[in-house]
């Protein structure tokens, strides 16, 4: 099989293709624009192989993606090209709208093109699989704002009482990210159903592990730790996801391209909910083990509690039955497991880090005006200079009231956090 692979050089893109080449025997053409999260570099070990093309253009421009589907006659097609992080988002929201909802539009015209050109056994095998996000359905629950009668007071994040995303919830965004992605989901159906090209999606919950830029929650914390800066957290770090090793999420991937049935969503979760805090102090926890400071301190000291960000949701957690179920699939890393395998990369990998980092972005907070950025940088002075540490208000939120309804469960004070992934 040849698959056509949006934003290939991206994180999960490239964890994709990585595990194509090493145990699959699918040629695939890497369509990617290389903007500042796109790194060949993380593909170095595919770039001999003959299976391996790259096309560097947009997916905005029509005519190019139009000439690609003509010179490499995939087929399938599998759309992980996305601008992703909300931070970004709230700060630019214009390129997530021309990127995530322009770019589907042109890919999805020019695959129909394509499709309906094609000769009667390769445009019944034809598939567009388009990855999207848990983000799409909003939040849950949290179990520290639900109501005892609702869940036991000891129970844990786990309780069997508190809902789970699935293929059903209804979708309620709540950054321009996720909104954005929410109508790329909506185009995608639209076209199968008013068209009849033959889709599939795919919604996922946080990724992590090798070659993550450093915009998001694990890599940053790991290389700020490494530099003796603040590892600043959200709120208090109650937020909630569900963590997803991204070798486990690239098998789940390929899984349904290849298996999965025309017309169905199927929800990608890693069974692995986590507070950021505890992420955070797992984190700092490895770096003690693997890496000690000099001074015998823990990296936890570095922690830094800051102001939340606008609409921060609070809880995500899939439901990934239907997956196993129909096709087989499970996560094969832990959290535990997962994160050591993380943590241990980026300590044997500094030079990918550095090189990664252009000038552009150097680990400053995004999504906050310019005077919420002073106000950020005057607290992380303070709190260096032995100043306190307590986090700042958190704004109300509100959670997908249609789902929580519909499921039993009352509302809860909303909208991906801290680019957890």
Known sequence: MKLLITGGAGFIGSALIRHLIRHSADSVVNVDKLTYAGNLESLAECSASDRYAFEQVDICDRAALSRVFTQH??????????????????????????????????????????????????????????????????????????????????????????????????????????????????????????????????????????????????????????????????????????????????????????????????????????????VVRGICALLDELRPRADGQSYAAQITHVQDRPGHDMRYAIDAGKIGRELGWAPQESFETGLRKTVQWYLANADWCRRVQDGSYQRERLGVGQQDKQNFADRIQARFAGSSADALPTPPRQTNTTFLESNGHPPSPRGRGQGEG
């Open 73 to 278: 006659q995939p087929d399938a097609v599998m759309h992980l090209a996305a601008e992703s992080h909300v931070d970004r988002s709230i700060d630019g929201p214009g390129e997530f709208m021309q990127t995530n909802i322009v770019g589907t539009f042109n890919l999805l015209e020019a695959a129909r093109a394509y499709w309906l050109g094609l000769d009667a056994p390769r445009k019944a095998a034809f598939r567009l699989h388009h990855i999207s996000t848990d983000e799409v359905y909003g939040d849950l629950p949290h179990p520290d704002e639900t109501p005892p009668a609702v869940i036991p007071a000891k129970a844990g994040i786990h309780a069997a009482e508190l809902p789970l995303f699935t293929e059903t919830t209804p979708y309620a965004p709540s950054s321009p990210y996720s909104a954005s992605k929410a109508a790329s989901d909506h185009l995608v159906r639209a076209w199968q159903r008013t068209y009849g090209l033959p889709v599939l999606i795919t919604n996922c919950s946080n990724n992590y592990g090798p070659y993550h830029f450093p915009e998001k929650l694990i890599p940053l914390v790991i290389l700020n730790a490494l530099e003796g800066k603040a590892l600043p957290v959200y709120g208090q770090g109650q937020q909630i996801r569900d963590w997803l090793f991204v070798e486990d999420h690239a098998r789940a991937l390929h899984t349904v391209v290849t298996r999965g049935q025309v017309g169905q969503t199927y929800n990608i979760g890693g069974h692995n909910e986590k507070r950021n805090i505890e």
